[in-house]
Protein backbone atom coordinates (compact mmCIF):
# COMPACT_ATOMS: atom_id res chain seq x y z
CA UNK A 1 0.00 0.00 0.00
CA UNK A 2 1.97 3.39 -0.92
CA UNK A 3 1.92 5.93 2.01
CA UNK A 4 -0.55 8.74 1.99
CA UNK A 5 0.18 12.17 0.33
CA UNK A 6 1.60 14.69 2.30
CA UNK A 7 -1.33 17.04 3.77
CA UNK A 8 -1.48 20.30 1.12
CA UNK A 9 -1.11 23.94 3.51
CA UNK A 10 -4.45 26.15 3.00
CA UNK A 11 -4.87 29.54 3.14
CA UNK A 12 -7.26 30.07 5.72
CA UNK A 13 -10.10 33.30 6.80
CA UNK A 14 -7.59 35.80 4.49
CA UNK A 15 -9.49 38.30 2.11
CA UNK A 16 -7.62 38.35 -1.07
CA UNK A 17 -4.91 40.85 -2.08
CA UNK A 18 -3.50 42.25 -4.98
CA UNK A 19 -1.04 40.45 -6.63
CA UNK A 20 -0.58 37.75 -3.70
CA UNK A 21 -0.79 35.07 -6.60
CA UNK A 22 3.35 36.52 -6.82
CA UNK A 23 4.02 35.34 -3.43
CA UNK A 24 1.90 32.27 -2.29
CA UNK A 25 2.60 29.84 -5.52
CA UNK A 26 2.21 26.52 -5.59
CA UNK A 27 5.33 25.95 -5.06
CA UNK A 28 6.09 28.16 -2.26
CA UNK A 29 3.45 26.85 -0.21
CA UNK A 30 4.47 23.28 -0.76
CA UNK A 31 7.95 24.36 0.78
CA UNK A 32 6.44 25.98 3.71
CA UNK A 33 4.19 22.86 4.01
CA UNK A 34 7.96 20.84 4.18
CA UNK A 35 9.43 23.03 6.59
CA UNK A 36 6.58 23.17 8.78
CA UNK A 37 6.13 19.12 8.76
CA UNK A 38 9.76 18.79 9.54
CA UNK A 39 10.78 21.78 11.81
CA UNK A 40 7.39 22.24 13.63
CA UNK A 41 7.43 19.20 16.17
CA UNK A 42 11.14 20.45 17.57
CA UNK A 43 9.72 23.86 17.96
CA UNK A 44 7.46 22.87 19.85
CA UNK A 45 9.64 20.99 22.22
CA UNK A 46 11.91 23.74 22.32
CA UNK A 47 8.59 26.18 23.50
CA UNK A 48 7.76 23.74 26.12
CA UNK A 49 11.72 23.51 27.34
CA UNK A 50 11.44 27.34 27.80
CA UNK A 51 8.54 26.96 30.30
CA UNK A 52 10.79 24.45 32.21
CA UNK A 53 13.58 27.18 32.48
CA UNK A 54 11.73 29.50 33.23
CA UNK A 55 10.18 27.29 36.41
CA UNK A 56 14.11 26.77 37.11
CA UNK A 57 14.88 30.57 37.14
CA UNK A 58 12.06 30.57 39.58
CA UNK A 59 12.94 28.43 41.73
CA UNK A 60 16.73 28.97 41.90
CA UNK A 61 17.09 33.15 41.17
CA UNK A 62 20.29 32.62 39.13
CA UNK A 63 21.65 32.09 35.74
CA UNK A 64 24.89 30.34 34.77
CA UNK A 65 27.32 29.48 31.93
CA UNK A 66 25.83 26.18 30.90
CA UNK A 67 28.43 23.27 32.31
CA UNK A 68 27.74 20.54 29.60
CA UNK A 69 28.61 23.11 26.58
CA UNK A 70 32.37 23.86 28.64
CA UNK A 71 34.22 22.54 26.22
CA UNK A 72 32.64 24.34 23.08
CA UNK A 73 33.94 27.67 24.92
CA UNK A 74 36.99 26.22 26.17
CA UNK A 75 38.02 25.32 22.49
CA UNK A 76 39.95 28.45 20.76
CA UNK A 77 40.44 26.84 17.65
CA UNK A 78 36.62 27.21 15.92
CA UNK A 79 35.37 29.99 14.06
CA UNK A 80 31.98 31.08 12.25
CA UNK A 81 32.60 31.37 8.76
CA UNK A 82 33.99 34.33 6.69
CA UNK A 83 31.41 37.22 6.40
CA UNK A 84 30.39 37.73 2.70
CA UNK A 85 31.20 41.01 0.64
CA UNK A 86 27.99 42.62 1.06
CA UNK A 87 28.00 42.01 4.75
CA UNK A 88 31.79 42.60 5.76
CA UNK A 89 30.48 46.43 6.91
CA UNK A 90 27.82 47.03 8.78
CA UNK A 91 28.86 50.26 10.17
CA UNK A 92 25.23 51.64 10.33
CA UNK A 93 22.33 49.31 9.95
CA UNK A 94 18.73 51.01 9.65
CA UNK A 95 15.58 49.13 10.84
CA UNK A 96 11.72 49.34 10.01
CA UNK A 97 8.93 47.18 8.57
CA UNK A 98 8.36 46.17 5.00
CA UNK A 99 5.67 48.62 4.19
CA UNK A 100 6.77 50.57 0.26
CA UNK A 101 7.87 53.77 1.15
CA UNK A 102 9.95 51.88 4.39
CA UNK A 103 11.55 49.60 1.87
CA UNK A 104 12.54 52.48 -0.38
CA UNK A 105 13.63 55.19 2.09
CA UNK A 106 15.67 52.19 4.19
CA UNK A 107 17.55 50.75 1.05
CA UNK A 108 18.34 54.54 0.13
CA UNK A 109 19.24 55.66 3.36
CA UNK A 110 22.56 55.81 3.24
CA UNK A 111 23.42 52.74 5.84
CA UNK A 112 25.14 49.47 4.95
CA UNK A 113 22.77 47.65 6.39
CA UNK A 114 18.76 47.50 6.23
CA UNK A 115 16.95 45.38 8.84
CA UNK A 116 13.52 44.55 6.68
CA UNK A 117 11.59 43.65 9.57
CA UNK A 118 8.97 41.28 9.97
CA UNK A 119 8.56 40.90 13.66
CA UNK A 120 8.55 43.37 16.46
CA UNK A 121 8.43 46.41 14.00
CA UNK A 122 5.32 45.07 12.03
CA UNK A 123 2.12 43.36 13.18
CA UNK A 124 1.56 40.40 11.48
CA UNK A 125 -1.67 40.92 9.72
CA UNK A 126 -2.38 39.11 6.57
CA UNK A 127 -1.57 42.40 4.61
CA UNK A 128 1.54 43.12 6.06
CA UNK A 129 2.88 39.17 5.70
CA UNK A 130 2.26 39.33 2.42
CA UNK A 131 2.66 42.20 0.71
CA UNK A 132 5.61 42.94 2.48
CA UNK A 133 7.26 39.63 1.17
CA UNK A 134 6.53 41.34 -2.49
CA UNK A 135 7.37 44.61 -1.85
CA UNK A 136 11.40 42.82 -0.91
CA UNK A 137 10.95 41.09 -4.10
CA UNK A 138 9.85 44.31 -6.35
CA UNK A 139 12.72 45.65 -4.98
CA UNK A 140 15.26 43.46 -6.01
CA UNK A 141 14.08 43.80 -9.36
CA UNK A 142 13.68 47.13 -9.29
CA UNK A 143 9.61 47.29 -9.88
CA UNK A 144 8.81 48.76 -6.55
CA UNK A 145 7.80 52.81 -6.43
CA UNK A 146 5.95 54.58 -4.54
CA UNK A 147 3.79 58.15 -4.26
CA UNK A 148 2.67 59.52 -1.29
CA UNK A 149 -1.49 60.45 -2.08
CA UNK A 150 -1.42 63.17 0.69
CA UNK A 151 2.14 64.88 -0.25
CA UNK A 152 2.47 63.77 -3.89
CA UNK A 153 5.97 62.96 -3.27
CA UNK A 154 6.94 60.35 -5.33
CA UNK A 155 9.66 57.74 -3.97
CA UNK A 156 12.26 55.51 -6.35
CA UNK A 157 15.43 53.05 -5.97
CA UNK A 158 18.91 54.81 -5.86
CA UNK A 159 21.26 53.00 -8.38
CA UNK A 160 22.34 48.97 -6.69
CA UNK A 161 25.37 50.43 -5.94
CA UNK A 162 23.81 52.78 -3.07
CA UNK A 163 21.41 50.04 -1.87
CA UNK A 164 21.34 48.65 1.52
CA UNK A 165 21.91 45.08 2.39
CA UNK A 166 19.27 43.49 3.37
CA UNK A 167 19.11 41.28 6.14
CA UNK A 168 15.31 40.40 6.87
CA UNK A 169 14.13 39.21 10.35
CA UNK A 170 10.95 36.74 10.72
CA UNK A 171 9.05 36.51 13.48
CA UNK A 172 10.21 34.80 16.61
CA UNK A 173 9.47 30.89 17.14
CA UNK A 174 6.59 31.77 19.69
CA UNK A 175 4.35 33.33 17.14
CA UNK A 176 1.90 31.14 14.40
CA UNK A 177 0.76 32.17 11.66
CA UNK A 178 -3.30 31.69 12.00
CA UNK A 179 -3.80 32.17 8.20
CA UNK A 180 -1.89 29.08 6.71
CA UNK A 181 -2.43 26.00 8.41
CA UNK A 182 -1.47 21.98 7.66
CA UNK A 183 -4.31 19.87 8.71
CA UNK A 184 -5.97 22.55 10.53
CA UNK A 185 -2.50 23.38 12.66
CA UNK A 186 -1.13 26.69 12.10
CA UNK A 187 2.46 26.83 10.65
CA UNK A 188 4.53 28.97 12.71
CA UNK A 189 5.33 32.68 11.20
CA UNK A 190 9.06 32.00 12.04
CA UNK A 191 8.79 29.33 8.82
CA UNK A 192 6.27 31.26 6.50
CA UNK A 193 8.39 34.66 7.15
CA UNK A 194 11.34 32.68 6.52
CA UNK A 195 10.23 30.50 3.63
CA UNK A 196 8.33 32.72 1.41
CA UNK A 197 11.58 35.15 1.13
CA UNK A 198 14.20 32.14 0.87
CA UNK A 199 12.17 30.48 -1.48
CA UNK A 200 11.99 33.33 -3.96
CA UNK A 201 14.95 35.20 -3.28
CA UNK A 202 17.77 33.46 -2.33
CA UNK A 203 19.12 32.70 -5.75
CA UNK A 204 17.94 36.55 -7.36
CA UNK A 205 20.10 37.40 -4.38
CA UNK A 206 23.32 35.57 -5.69
CA UNK A 207 22.64 36.58 -8.98
CA UNK A 208 22.63 40.32 -7.17
CA UNK A 209 25.90 39.70 -5.55
CA UNK A 210 24.47 39.33 -2.12
CA UNK A 211 22.23 36.09 -0.35
CA UNK A 212 19.69 35.35 1.96
CA UNK A 213 20.27 36.83 5.17
CA UNK A 214 18.15 36.81 8.19
CA UNK A 215 18.42 38.13 11.63
CA UNK A 216 17.33 35.89 14.43
CA UNK A 217 14.89 37.06 17.10
CA UNK A 218 13.72 36.03 20.46
CA UNK A 219 16.51 33.26 20.22
CA UNK A 220 16.49 31.49 24.40
CA UNK A 221 19.01 29.06 23.79
CA UNK A 222 21.63 27.08 21.62
CA UNK A 223 19.38 24.22 21.02
CA UNK A 224 17.14 26.97 19.37
CA UNK A 225 20.28 28.60 17.14
CA UNK A 226 20.64 24.74 16.27
CA UNK A 227 16.92 24.26 14.87
CA UNK A 228 17.33 27.27 12.82
CA UNK A 229 21.15 26.02 11.33
CA UNK A 230 18.81 22.52 10.74
CA UNK A 231 16.37 24.56 8.68
CA UNK A 232 19.00 26.57 7.09
CA UNK A 233 20.72 23.46 5.73
CA UNK A 234 17.50 21.93 4.31
CA UNK A 235 16.62 25.06 2.50
CA UNK A 236 19.80 25.08 0.65
CA UNK A 237 19.41 21.83 0.00
CA UNK A 238 15.77 22.38 -1.17
CA UNK A 239 16.35 25.04 -3.75
CA UNK A 240 19.50 23.85 -4.76
CA UNK A 241 22.07 26.44 -3.62
CA UNK A 242 25.60 26.35 -1.56
CA UNK A 243 25.49 25.37 1.73
CA UNK A 244 26.70 28.47 4.16
CA UNK A 245 24.91 31.07 2.01
CA UNK A 246 22.64 31.30 4.12
CA UNK A 247 23.71 33.84 6.79
CA UNK A 248 22.07 34.67 10.40
CA UNK A 249 23.16 37.43 12.82
CA UNK A 250 21.61 36.32 15.77
CA UNK A 251 19.81 38.63 18.31
CA UNK A 252 20.94 38.21 21.91
CA UNK A 253 17.27 39.86 23.20
CA UNK A 254 17.23 37.42 25.81
CA UNK A 255 18.44 36.91 29.29
CA UNK A 256 19.21 33.55 28.99
CA UNK A 257 20.77 33.53 25.49
CA UNK A 258 23.62 35.93 27.22
CA UNK A 259 24.99 32.74 29.36
CA UNK A 260 24.85 30.32 25.22
CA UNK A 261 26.53 33.62 23.25
CA UNK A 262 29.16 31.20 21.85
CA UNK A 263 27.65 27.98 21.94
CA UNK A 264 24.65 29.77 19.60
CA UNK A 265 27.31 30.89 17.31
CA UNK A 266 29.04 27.22 17.29
CA UNK A 267 25.67 25.87 16.50
CA UNK A 268 25.02 28.00 13.57
CA UNK A 269 29.17 28.96 12.69
CA UNK A 270 28.57 27.66 8.86
CA UNK A 271 25.46 30.61 8.62
CA UNK A 272 26.46 33.22 11.38
CA UNK A 273 27.84 36.20 10.47
CA UNK A 274 27.05 37.85 14.01
CA UNK A 275 25.45 38.85 17.32
CA UNK A 276 23.75 41.97 18.21
CA UNK A 277 22.61 43.70 21.41
CA UNK A 278 19.45 44.96 22.10
CA UNK A 279 17.75 46.82 24.91
CA UNK A 280 13.92 46.80 25.38
CA UNK A 281 13.45 43.19 24.74
CA UNK A 282 16.84 42.29 26.72
CA UNK A 283 15.16 44.32 29.50
CA UNK A 284 11.91 42.63 28.96
CA UNK A 285 13.47 38.95 29.43
CA UNK A 286 14.92 40.09 32.49
CA UNK A 287 11.67 40.99 34.36
CA UNK A 288 10.05 38.49 32.71
CA UNK A 289 12.61 35.12 34.24
CA UNK A 290 13.38 36.97 37.40
CA UNK A 291 9.90 38.56 37.91
CA UNK A 292 9.27 36.99 41.12
CA UNK A 293 12.68 37.04 42.40
CA UNK A 294 11.81 39.85 44.41
CA UNK A 295 13.59 43.54 45.16
CA UNK A 296 16.76 43.24 43.88
CA UNK A 297 15.57 42.17 40.12
CA UNK A 298 13.18 45.33 40.44
CA UNK A 299 14.25 47.68 37.11
CA UNK A 300 13.49 51.68 37.91
CA UNK A 301 11.81 53.72 35.08
CA UNK A 302 12.75 52.11 31.63
CA UNK A 303 14.73 55.06 30.62
CA UNK A 304 16.49 55.08 33.43
CA UNK A 305 18.29 51.95 32.32
CA UNK A 306 20.83 53.39 29.66
CA UNK A 307 23.48 50.64 28.19
CA UNK A 308 25.76 52.19 30.76
CA UNK A 309 24.41 50.60 33.85
CA UNK A 310 26.88 47.86 34.97
CA UNK A 311 24.64 44.73 34.23
CA UNK A 312 24.21 46.27 30.74
CA UNK A 313 27.74 46.87 30.49
CA UNK A 314 28.61 43.54 31.56
CA UNK A 315 26.61 41.69 29.20
CA UNK A 316 27.77 44.31 25.81
CA UNK A 317 31.19 44.05 26.83
CA UNK A 318 30.69 40.12 27.00
CA UNK A 319 29.10 40.41 23.28
CA UNK A 320 31.82 42.29 21.24
CA UNK A 321 34.51 39.45 23.12
CA UNK A 322 32.76 36.57 22.28
CA UNK A 323 32.03 37.61 18.63
CA UNK A 324 35.51 38.81 18.11
CA UNK A 325 36.88 36.03 19.55
CA UNK A 326 35.17 33.61 16.87
CA UNK A 327 35.16 36.13 14.02
CA UNK A 328 31.88 37.61 13.79
CA UNK A 329 30.61 40.93 13.98
CA UNK A 330 29.43 42.76 16.72
CA UNK A 331 26.09 45.07 16.34
CA UNK A 332 25.03 47.61 18.98
CA UNK A 333 21.78 48.53 19.86
CA UNK A 334 19.02 51.19 18.39
CA UNK A 335 19.01 54.67 18.19
CA UNK A 336 15.26 54.94 18.32
CA UNK A 337 14.93 59.15 18.42
CA UNK A 338 12.77 60.73 15.66
CA UNK A 339 13.48 64.10 14.59
CA UNK A 340 11.16 66.47 14.61
CA UNK A 341 10.24 69.15 11.71
CA UNK A 342 9.43 71.78 13.96
CA UNK A 343 11.53 72.21 17.12
CA UNK A 344 15.61 72.65 16.52
CA UNK A 345 16.32 72.46 19.83
CA UNK A 346 14.48 69.03 20.70
CA UNK A 347 17.04 67.15 17.81
CA UNK A 348 19.66 68.86 18.91
CA UNK A 349 19.90 67.31 22.82
CA UNK A 350 18.74 64.14 21.18
CA UNK A 351 21.49 64.11 18.88
CA UNK A 352 24.13 64.58 21.39
CA UNK A 353 22.84 61.50 22.75
CA UNK A 354 22.59 59.57 20.10
CA UNK A 355 26.24 60.79 18.94
CA UNK A 356 27.90 59.91 22.38
CA UNK A 357 25.84 56.52 22.05
CA UNK A 358 27.43 55.66 19.11
CA UNK A 359 30.73 56.84 19.94
CA UNK A 360 30.98 54.78 22.99
CA UNK A 361 29.90 51.29 21.20
CA UNK A 362 32.42 52.32 18.44
CA UNK A 363 35.05 52.71 20.98
CA UNK A 364 33.65 49.73 22.93
CA UNK A 365 34.40 47.58 19.82
CA UNK A 366 31.44 47.09 18.16
CA UNK A 367 31.65 46.79 14.33
CA UNK A 368 28.19 48.95 13.84
CA UNK A 369 25.29 49.62 15.08
CA UNK A 370 21.26 50.86 14.74
CA UNK A 371 19.41 53.64 14.29
CA UNK A 372 15.51 53.73 13.06
CA UNK A 373 15.63 56.92 11.23
CA UNK A 374 17.63 57.72 7.93
CA UNK A 375 18.33 61.18 9.46
CA UNK A 376 20.70 59.04 11.68
CA UNK A 377 22.69 57.44 9.84
CA UNK A 378 24.90 60.32 9.45
CA UNK A 379 25.12 60.84 12.66
CA UNK A 380 25.88 57.00 13.70
CA UNK A 381 28.38 56.46 10.29
CA UNK A 382 30.41 59.86 11.69
CA UNK A 383 30.68 57.85 14.77
CA UNK A 384 32.38 54.61 13.33
CA UNK A 385 33.95 56.34 10.96
CA UNK A 386 36.25 57.94 13.25
CA UNK A 387 37.04 54.73 14.95
CA UNK A 388 36.86 52.38 11.55
CA UNK A 389 38.25 54.88 8.89
CA UNK A 390 38.44 52.39 5.60
CA UNK A 391 38.33 49.17 7.73
CA UNK A 392 35.05 47.34 7.01
CA UNK A 393 35.39 46.62 10.88
CA UNK A 394 37.21 46.07 14.02
CA UNK A 395 36.94 42.15 14.75
CA UNK A 396 40.72 42.05 15.12
CA UNK A 397 39.86 43.72 18.29
CA UNK A 398 40.22 40.82 20.30
CA UNK A 399 39.01 42.87 24.04
CA UNK A 400 40.68 40.63 25.84
CA UNK A 401 40.44 42.73 28.96
CA UNK A 402 37.25 41.38 29.56
CA UNK A 403 36.30 39.48 32.12
CA UNK A 404 32.11 39.17 32.44
CA UNK A 405 30.91 36.58 35.68
CA UNK A 406 27.75 35.22 35.46
CA UNK A 407 26.68 36.93 38.76
CA UNK A 408 27.85 40.26 36.81
CA UNK A 409 24.73 39.89 33.81
CA UNK A 410 22.09 39.62 36.44
CA UNK A 411 23.41 42.23 39.32
CA UNK A 412 20.37 44.31 38.19
CA UNK A 413 20.54 45.89 42.05
CA UNK A 414 23.88 47.70 41.05
CA UNK A 415 22.08 50.70 39.21
CA UNK A 416 21.46 53.41 41.40
CA UNK A 417 17.49 54.35 40.49
CA UNK A 418 14.82 53.48 41.28
CA UNK A 419 10.71 53.50 40.38
CA UNK A 420 9.20 56.86 39.90
CA UNK A 421 5.76 58.00 39.64
CA UNK A 422 6.53 59.56 36.22
CA UNK A 423 8.03 56.07 34.70
CA UNK A 424 4.94 54.29 35.96
CA UNK A 425 2.83 56.95 33.64
CA UNK A 426 5.29 56.79 30.86
CA UNK A 427 5.22 53.16 30.78
CA UNK A 428 1.15 53.51 30.80
CA UNK A 429 0.73 55.84 28.36
CA UNK A 430 3.58 54.07 25.27
CA UNK A 431 1.75 50.63 26.15
CA UNK A 432 -2.15 52.15 25.19
CA UNK A 433 -0.49 54.18 22.64
CA UNK A 434 1.78 51.54 21.53
CA UNK A 435 -1.15 48.95 21.37
CA UNK A 436 -3.95 50.38 20.08
CA UNK A 437 -1.10 51.25 16.81
CA UNK A 438 -0.70 47.73 16.73
CA UNK A 439 -4.64 46.97 16.48
CA UNK A 440 -4.33 49.24 13.30
CA UNK A 441 -1.60 46.77 12.07
CA UNK A 442 1.29 49.53 12.47
CA UNK A 443 4.81 47.62 14.28
CA UNK A 444 6.42 50.58 14.16
CA UNK A 445 5.07 53.71 15.52
CA UNK A 446 6.58 57.08 16.78
CA UNK A 447 5.29 58.22 20.31
CA UNK A 448 7.09 61.57 22.37
CA UNK A 449 9.94 61.18 19.79
CA UNK A 450 10.60 57.58 19.95
CA UNK A 451 10.49 54.96 17.40
CA UNK A 452 8.60 52.26 19.60
CA UNK A 453 7.94 48.55 18.40
CA UNK A 454 6.51 45.71 20.12
CA UNK A 455 9.81 45.34 22.81
CA UNK A 456 8.82 48.77 24.15
CA UNK A 457 5.29 47.75 24.57
CA UNK A 458 6.71 44.19 26.33
CA UNK A 459 8.93 46.04 28.76
CA UNK A 460 5.94 48.86 29.51
CA UNK A 461 3.66 46.01 30.76
CA UNK A 462 6.24 44.13 32.60
CA UNK A 463 7.53 46.76 34.38
CA UNK A 464 3.86 47.46 35.81
CA UNK A 465 3.57 43.89 36.61
CA UNK A 466 6.64 43.68 38.32
CA UNK A 467 6.22 46.54 40.62
CA UNK A 468 2.81 45.85 41.41
CA UNK A 469 3.36 42.69 42.20
CA UNK A 470 6.94 43.38 44.13
CA UNK A 471 4.66 45.96 45.90
CA UNK A 472 7.08 48.85 44.84
CA UNK A 473 6.69 52.33 46.29
CA UNK A 474 7.47 55.34 43.87
CA UNK A 475 9.82 58.34 44.90
CA UNK A 476 5.95 60.13 45.47
CA UNK A 477 5.55 57.73 48.51
CA UNK A 478 2.38 55.98 46.35
CA UNK A 479 2.82 52.21 46.25
CA UNK A 480 2.24 50.73 43.20
CA UNK A 481 -1.08 48.55 43.19
CA UNK A 482 -3.27 47.34 40.32
CA UNK A 483 -5.60 50.03 41.57
CA UNK A 484 -3.23 52.75 40.78
CA UNK A 485 -2.28 51.16 37.50
CA UNK A 486 -5.93 51.37 36.71
CA UNK A 487 -6.26 55.11 37.63
CA UNK A 488 -2.75 56.14 36.09
CA UNK A 489 -4.29 54.23 32.81
CA UNK A 490 -8.31 55.87 33.07
CA UNK A 491 -6.03 59.05 33.07
CA UNK A 492 -4.49 58.29 29.66
CA UNK A 493 -7.37 57.78 28.24
CA UNK A 494 -9.18 60.60 29.50
CA UNK A 495 -5.84 62.69 28.43
CA UNK A 496 -5.79 61.13 24.75
CA UNK A 497 -9.48 61.65 24.06
CA UNK A 498 -9.17 65.53 24.68
CA UNK A 499 -5.68 65.54 22.67
CA UNK A 500 -6.87 64.05 19.20
CA UNK A 501 -11.04 64.85 20.17
CA UNK A 502 -13.53 62.50 20.04
CA UNK A 503 -14.42 61.56 16.63
CA UNK A 504 -10.78 60.24 15.98
CA UNK A 505 -11.14 58.54 19.99
CA UNK A 506 -14.34 56.87 18.65
CA UNK A 507 -12.43 55.52 15.28
CA UNK A 508 -9.62 54.24 17.16
CA UNK A 509 -8.98 51.19 19.45
CA UNK A 510 -8.06 53.17 22.51
CA UNK A 511 -10.55 51.54 25.07
CA UNK A 512 -9.73 48.12 23.49
CA UNK A 513 -5.98 49.10 23.89
CA UNK A 514 -6.59 50.55 27.09
CA UNK A 515 -8.23 46.86 28.64
CA UNK A 516 -5.08 44.65 26.86
CA UNK A 517 -2.72 46.68 28.75
CA UNK A 518 -4.50 46.71 31.98
CA UNK A 519 -5.05 42.82 31.39
CA UNK A 520 -1.79 41.70 30.66
CA UNK A 521 -0.37 43.86 33.32
CA UNK A 522 -2.62 42.58 36.43
CA UNK A 523 -3.57 39.63 35.66
CA UNK A 524 -1.87 37.10 38.02
CA UNK A 525 -0.71 34.70 35.28
CA UNK A 526 1.60 36.80 33.40
CA UNK A 527 1.74 36.39 29.72
CA UNK A 528 4.92 35.40 28.20
CA UNK A 529 4.45 37.70 25.42
CA UNK A 530 2.18 40.60 24.82
CA UNK A 531 1.33 40.01 21.35
CA UNK A 532 -0.14 36.83 21.76
CA UNK A 533 -2.95 37.92 23.15
CA UNK A 534 -2.59 40.97 21.11
CA UNK A 535 -3.14 38.60 18.45
CA UNK A 536 -6.21 37.02 19.11
CA UNK A 537 -7.95 40.98 18.49
CA UNK A 538 -5.65 41.86 15.48
CA UNK A 539 -8.34 42.22 12.42
CA UNK A 540 -6.66 40.91 9.04
Known amino acids: ?83 PAALNDRRVEITGPTDRKMTINALNSGAKVWLADFEDASAPTWENVVLGQLNLTSAYTRTIDFTDERTGKSYAL ?124 YLFSIVKNFRDGGARFVLPDRNAVTMTAPFMRAYTELLVRTCHKRGAHAIGGMAAFIPSRRDAEVNKVAFEKVRADKDREAGDGFDGSWVAHPDLVPIAMESFDKVLGDRPNQKDRLREDVDVKAADLIAVDSLDAKPTYAGLVNAVQVGIRYIEAWLRGLGAVAIFNLMEDAATAEISRSQIWQWINAEVVLDNGEQVTADLARKVAAEELANIRAEIGDEAFAAGNWQQAHDLLLTVSLDEDYADFLTLPAYEQLKG
Request: aromatic fraction near 10%; charged fraction near 25%; avoid cysteine.
Open 158 to 281: RPDAELATVVMRPRGWHLDERHLQVDGRPVPGALVDFGLYFFHNAQRLLDLGKGPYFYLPKTESHLEARLWNEVFVFAQDYVGIPQGTVRATVLIETITAAYEMEEILYELRDHASGLNAGRWD
Open 1 to 83: MSAPAPSTLAIVDAEPLPRQEEVLTDAALAFVAELHRRFTPRRDELLARRAERRAEIARTSTLDFLPETAAIRADDSWKVAPA
